[in-house]
């Protein structure tokens, strides 16, 4: 059972109050980068991304933000650290949220400088809480992280909500399992605030994917959590796909599209991985669409061989399968040709489009 929260909107989004989780993610290019922003942006839109986070770190970033703005249609979250005139500044640019780290934000009255802010702009404020950024006095302290990060983001809560503010997200991230699952279980008793979950720093993407899916999974299956990101050192559009994938295995995302793939062996001729991945994004783009996206979806296969191949075929509704350097194509269990690795995917697209 779902943990009640109350109940925050980021943009067209809400989070909380028994809204769908939400998955996040983050542009990892320069900030002042207008253009490859907007790209990251509507890659991860295209695959199921609900709300985009983007770094402040100086005013001409928010001047950036505003021109991201113009052309990406999911919200919009100012990740903040230090200076505090950056987040009113990306307030003024038509941030649709803020994320604010206390710990290296600056004095109580700045922080509420941000708050008074927020409220006039009808922004929610996420503060995310780590360990790498504790205030002193914290860091100092003997207590387990978890103990120490908890107070972090309650004390600063309890900061915004004197000022009146209570329109709040509340992360604390730790870079392993043990620390994170125990730091949001303090949470989740101590407040009704809506929480965004993570591992922070979690490594690449097999590491990182690993340990997200361990710690989100736990905290999700036991009602806590409304929003989550999925940080890996890797494209943002890998941080939407797992975080996806982790909401789909506990049944809070409807399944997605149907990808059966070997694990390939010795009798492989063909790069079965390369081709696989690609039509599995082709499909997760197709499926978002709901303008060109087939109904019912289709069941695809790629395997790598003969042995198993056309027996999986037989199930799917298009399929490859792998022969000496090409593929052969099934349509419903029907052979209808071959067809090169390089339009292996646009040919199992065309197909699920004309069923």
Known sequence: MRRTTRETRVGSVSVGGGAPVSVQSMANVDPHDAKAIVEQANACAERGCDIFRLTVPDLEAAKTLAEVKKSV????????????????????????????????????????????????????????????????????????????????????LKLLEDEGFRDVVLSAKASNVADTLAVYRILAERTDCPLHLGVTEAGTLVPGAVRNSVALGILLSEGIGDTIRVSLTAKPEKEVRVGLEILRALGLREPGPAVTSCPTCGRTRVDLVRVATQVEDALEILYRDPKRRPAPFPKVAVMGCAVNGPGEAAGADVALCGGDGDFVLYVRGRQVGRVSQEEAVAKVVENALSL
Not at 100 to 114: A, E, F, K, L, M
Not at 116 to 128: D, E, F, H, L, T
Not at 136 to 149: A, G, I, Q, S
């Open 73 to 156: 249609a999911m919200p919009l979250v100012a990740d903040i650290h230090f200076d505090y005139r950056c987040a009113l500044a990306a307030l003024e640019a038509g941030a649709d949220a803020l994320r604010i780290n206390p710990g290296n934000i600056g004095s109580r009255d700045r922080v509420q400088t941000v708050a008074r802010a927020a409220k006039a702009a009808g922004a929610p404020i996420r503060v995310g809480v780590n360990a790498g950024s504790l205030e002193k006095d914290l860091k100092d302290d003997p207590r387990p992280l978890p103990e120490r990060l908890a107070e972090s983001a309650l004390r600063h």
